[in-house]
């Protein structure tokens, strides 16, 4: 299902600051609830998400159980050239998501 | 005191209306005068409204995105989608949301948003009804109600809804479970006071299904309903429940005039 | 409503299940094992190891009375030129009272061109966040802000 909610510029002049922002369907169970049994709701988190632009990595993030569902992480990057932003998402029970958006830097 | 005074101004008013002739809509004195009348988003902390505000930062968009690909999906034995009858939904879908719950004939009651779409799946895509407060169907109704977003909300004024608007304002006046609270004892006394941490708004949905930052999802608002009742200690209801149709038409009487907010933000 | 009385409140109020939607058994959250103002300082320590951490450049925007402690917005942003000899590398948020530490890490670089960055994150009560930045130079700043959480008023489960 549609998991990704991504917001680039579609374009930009070179050397304008631009922000990203990024939503992800994501539950973050956090492992620390239980039901009413005793057992625990085992942890379901994403552990990290990274940005590439043009292939090279230019911000990296460590998410936490204290991250709220369906995380939003936004920042900032320099638009040095025309080309593509690679967004990856990475979590427990081999969670992977991708997610591309382009960009005109002129 | 008031509640008394309430009685014995609707009791008066049916015995002229009676006299007369005509049938009066019985004006309840609790209830919030038009020009009072508030979304819930006025009495939220700006950094919440913020979420609600920005389409890049709203979570309940992923769901509105959701719903958008659900609408393109063919269904059931007759294969269809809801595209293949209803087009595009910027079009055909513009305003349902804003006159819903409505009067479904074959039934002889109102149904809400998510009926309506059960409904349809049932009779035109002969599709098994998709399960209440699941992402499916919180995600179609979603996109279908966001089509309506920014529209004044205009609850259809058909005469065979009146006895069920009628029941569901009893609902909400009259006092009950554990706590003897009736719904108008916050939502029409006390809004804009506190109860612990959270400002009592006026009980206008107008931006339903919700991202409630309590649930951190997508939710209706039977959910939300269930909910209160739950914190009031009082007998609640099935989702589907006749009952809360009633309830929820009657909310929407109170949410005419407001723009439609989905998908809103709400703490 | 600090410390202990909302703890207890909060694990009376949260003691049934939760909504149907989870699944078949309903689910609570038990207020589990805390973390602590000692356990932050383990957390910064392993970050910072034995620097000096001095207050400045860095700056914590999150609400001060928090409207729901499920979902606080939050944004962290460091005063800095973002050159390649003058950069943030990276931002550690932490807070005192969840039962982990660690809100978040954010990994910058020169070509951020602002360091600034913007999450959600979930507060169990009332307390202090303090975000600690990491500079090209090795050194690191750090800002404390104090948050206060309330419960929601009802809750969903049945009691």
Avoid at chain 2, 18 to 29: D, F, H
Avoid at chain 2, 239 to 266: C, D
Avoid at chain 3, 121 to 128: E, P, Y
Avoid at chain 3, 138 to 152: H, P, R
Wanted: glycine content about 6%; proline content about 6%; hydrophobic content about 40%.
């Amino acid at each position: 299902m549609a998991a990704a909610l991504i917001n680039v510029p579609k374009k930009a002049k070179r050397g304008d600051v631009i922000e990203i922002k990024t939503l992800m369907s994501h539950i973050m169970e956090t492992g620390y609830r239980h039901t009413t049994s005793g057992k625990i709701v085992p942890r379901d988190i994403i552990t990290s998400f990274a940005c590439r632009y043009n292939g090279e990595e230019i911000f990296r993030a460590d998410l936490f159980p204290a991250t709220a569902a369906n995380p939003f992480i936004s920042f900032f990057t320099i638009a040095t050239e025309s080309g593509k932003f690679d967004f990856e998402w990475i979590g427990d029970n081999g969670f992977s998501e991708t997610a591309a958006a382009s960009i005109i830097v002129e | 005191m008031r509640f008394a005074g309430t009685i014995a101004l609707a009791s008066l008013l049916a015995l002229i209306g009676a006299l007369a002739g005509i049938v009066i809509r019985p004006l309840i004195a609790a209830e919030i005068p038009s020009t009072e009348r508030r979304s819930g988003y006025t009495f939220m902390a700006p950094d919440t409204k913020a979420m609600q505000d920005d389409d890049t930062v709203n979570p309940g968009m992923l769901g509105v995105l959701d719903g958008e690909t659900l609408w393109k999906r063919k269904a059931g034995a007759a294969s269809k989608a809801c595209a293949d009858c209803h087009d595009d939904a910027r079009v055909s879908m513009k305003g349902v949301a804003a006159r819903y719950p409505a009067f479904d004939k074959a039934l002889a009651r109102p149904v809400n948003l998510e009926q309506r779409i059960n409904l349809c799946r049932a009779r035109h895509q002969e599709a098994e009804p998709l399960p209440y407060e699941k992402h499916d169907l919180l995600a179609l109704s979603a996109f279908v109600a966001e089509q309506s977003r920014g529209m004044t909300i205009t609850p259809d004024t058909a005469p065979e809804l009146e006895p069920f608007v009628a029941k569901g304002r009893d609902f909400f006046m009259h006092r009950q479970g554990q706590l003897n609270l009736g719904c108008t004892n916050c939502h029409d006394d006390n809004w804009d006071k506190h109860l612990a941490g959270s400002a009592v708004t006026q009980a206008i949905p107008n931006g339903y299904p919700i991202y409630r930052l309590e649930w951190q999802s997508l939710g209706s608002l039977q959910r939300r309903l269930r909910n209160c009742i739950t914190g009031m200690r009082a007998q609640n209801f099935d989702f589907g429940a006749i009952e809360l149709v009633e309830l929820e038409l009657y909310l929407m009487t109170r949410a005419r005039g407001m723009p439609v907010e989905t998908p809103a933000v709400r703490p | 409503m600090h410390g202990r009385n909302t703890s207890t409140r909060r694990r009376f109020l949260r003691l049934a299940g939760s909504t149907a939607v989870i699944g078949a058994l309903p689910i609570v959250s038990l207020r589990p094992v805390e973390a602590t103002p000692e356990t932050m300082a383990t957390a910064i320590r392993a970050v910072v190891g034995g620097a000096l951490v001095q207050t400045g450049k860095v700056k914590l925007d999150i609400p001060p009375l928090v409207e729901n402690g499920n979902t606080v917005p939050m944004t962290v942003s460091v005063a800095s030129p973002m050159t390649a000899n003058d950069h943030v590398k990276s931002i550690h948020v932490f807070n005192e009272k969840n039962p982990q530490p660690n809100l978040g890490n954010f990994f910058l670089g020169p070509r951020a061109g602002r360091a600034q960055v913007s999450t959600r994150v979930r507060l169990a009560d009332s307390q202090k966040i303090t975000a600690i930045a990491h500079l090209s130079d090795g050194s690191f700043w750090s800002v404390t802000a104090e948050v206060v959480v309330t419960l929601a008023a009802c809750t969903e489960e049945v009691i």
